[in-house]
């Protein structure tokens, strides 16, 4: 590299700085699932995935086999490996500019559980939760758990760690994905990953894309309801932040009394509540579905149990259940 002079002009060092910086290369990255203790499904192609610069050439090593790929305009890359054999822990590398060693990788059974309240309700929460947290020792089977977010558009990847499964780690993990899994471990005696993505309380329409919901004209009430909480939220908004407000002095008023403060006033539906259709397929689903699974476990029907909407969720399941099929 160059040194400059002391009396060389600040455009002539910004020039020198933009040719460095543009010989640098981005370093491969990785979508939060393709990291440390990922478990990976046994006996059918597995994709691995990530971005890279542009016209890059992407090295995946792993359990015998080396794929090579390119990356695409766009900065994306997939890599396919041929059906894995159960085993583990293993390390796969992948290397492009830079290089990433990937540890504690299993090849077993992979599930999703997803849904709302029950399949939500944790470990700790559970009948005789101590001592089923205490045998909880299984460093052949690991969780990844999504944090809840939602989306108007489908995401690229979600926030969530595998974790070997442990007294510490498993309290906190989905009681009824935890012992399906455990107790497919003890029958198949093979590896299990297991993906917890869930949220209380939610329907199904929140679940399912919006190209599903759109394209069926049966479902179009889902639509038709949010279009209406939509034009309705500027006066629901208004109307909470008054509340708020009123909330707000309240608390003040029982704290200084010495009394029990009131419940807090919920939000109003709207944008970026987890009630928007979609939202939740589209920021807790969507960034799962490049990742090869055995199958996926769900709970959920409470929240469609009203009278507007029971009838109607025989059709609304069937296309969720549809819709995840056709993207795995």
Avoid at 155 to 177: I, K, L, M, N, Y
Avoid at 264 to 279: E, I, M, S, V
Wanted: proline share 7%; glycine share 8%; with cysteine.
């Amino acid at each position: 590299m160059m040194l400059l002079e002391a009396g060389t002009s600040k455009l002539a060092k910004s020039l020198v700085l933009l040719v460095i910086a543009g010989g640098l290369q981005a370093a491969v990255k990785l979508p939060s699932l393709i990291s440390d203790h990922m478990v990976l499904q046994r006996g059918a192609p597995v994709r691995i995935w990530g971005m890279a610069d542009p016209g890059e050439t992407v090295r995946v090593e792993f359990q015998g086999q080396t794929v090579s790929t390119k990356t695409a305009e766009n900065g994306k890359w997939t890599a396919w490996l041929k059906p894995l054999a159960a085993a583990g822990p293993l390390e796969m590398t992948i290397a492009g500019s830079n290089s990433i060693a990937i540890k504690d990788v299993l090849v077993g059974e992979v599930w999703v559980g997803s849904g709302q309240s029950n399949m939500e309700f944790v470990l700790n929460n559970a009948v005789n939760h101590d001592e089923e947290i205490a045998r909880a020792d299984f460093p052949l089977i690991h969780l990844f758990h999504v944090k809840k977010a939602v989306s108007d558009q489908p995401a690229d990847d979600v926030v969530g760690t595998w974790q070997v499964c442990s007294p510490e780690t498993v309290r906190s993990f989905s009681a009824g994905e935890y012992f399906f899994g455990r107790d497919l471990f003890h029958d198949l005696q093979v590896p299990m990953g297991l993906i917890e993505s869930g949220w209380g309380g939610t329907p199904a329409q929140f679940w399912t894309s919006k190209p599903v919901l759109e394209s069926d004209p049966a479902l179009k009430f889902v639509l038709d309801g949010w279009d209406k909480v939509m034009a309705d939220y500027p006066a629901a908004k208004s109307r909470f932040d008054q509340q708020l407000a009123a909330w707000n002095d309240a608390v003040t008023a029982a704290k200084a009394a010495g009394k029990t403060p009131p419940n807090r006033p919920g939000l109003p539906q709207g944008p970026g509540h987890p009630n928007t259709p979609a939202g939740l397929y589209n920021a807790m689903i969507a960034p799962l579905t490049p990742y090869a699974i055995r199958g996926v476990i769900w709970y959920q029907g409470e929240s469609n149990a009203s009278e507007a909407h029971a009838y109607r969720y025989r059709r609304l399941f069937r296309a969720m259940i549809e819709d995840w099929r056709a993207l795995g």
